[in-house]
Nanobody, 113 residues
Framework: QVQLVESGGGLVQPGGSLTLSCAGS????????LAWVRQAPGKQRELVAS???????NYAEAVRGRFTISRDNAKNTLLLQMNSLKPEDTAVYYC???????WGQGTQVTVST
């Protein structure tokens, strides 16, 4: 059974940093490209970043240069380091596998004064 659990969300001031973690099970961390997506209230879910099983990373234009995605296949862990956060980064963040339409339960990130 595939399971993904996100953690690390919270409230942060503009310009601050957060690191999101995703713990996975099964074979996800061996074979698949993993991704972080986010969904803000009233908006569609959007891709934030993805990373292949060979550690090739891609980023949405809105976060490039501020966010860093990484994975540790041995520990079944996916990370998203978020720096220079902006109010428009406020959303529920989900980790998962796009090709399997498999996602965790999400973690809330709120960027506000």
């Amino acid at each position: 059974q595939v399971q993904l659990v996100e953690s690390g969300g919270g409230l942060v001031q503009p310009g601050g940093s957060l690191t999101l973690s995703c713990a996975g099970s099964g074979n996800l961390f061996t074979f698949y490209t993993l991704a972080w997506v986010r969904q803000a209230p009233g908006k569609q879910r959007e891709l934030v970043a993805s990373i292949s099983n060979t550690h090739n990373a891609n980023y949405a234009e809105a976060v490039r240069g501020r966010f860093t995605i990484s994975r540790d296949n041995a520990k079944n862990t996916l990370l998203l380091q978020m720096n220079s956060l902006k109010p428009e980064d406020t959303a529920v963040y989900y980790c998962g596998v796009q090709s399997l339409s498999t996602w965790g339960q999400g973690t809330q990130v709120t960027v506000s004064t």
